[in-house]
């Protein structure tokens, strides 16, 4: 093994760190997908529209978005759609739906 001097946490950089923050929510979503999997004999609803969400497709919803005050907590995420996820992303929540 070799010794890590304590400074070389510091120059770890933002996109590193972005990279380490994807790889942890990326375990997370296995986590909340099993989870709910187990929950409801292997359905996991959508978050959105309420369908079965496939593994290959699952994507990490917050119940409560981050810019309105939710946490990255187990009790505040949930699983989507990739599609559904993104349309959510890009609707602005408080005109609507503008269909
Ligand atoms: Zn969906």
Known sequence: MRPVSKNSRRSVGRHL???LKATIMQRRR???YR??????????SCFVCGKHV???WATLEHVLPLSKGGTDEMSNLSIS???????RGNT?????DEV
């Open 17 to 19: 760190r972005g990279m």
């Open 30 to 32: 296995e986590t909340v």
């Open 35 to 44: 989870m709910l999997a187990k929950r409801n004999a292997g359905i996991v």
């Open 54 to 56: 496939p593994r290959q």
């Open 81 to 87: 759609h990739a599609k559904c996820n993104h349309r």
């Open 92 to 96: 602005n929540e408080e005109r609507g």
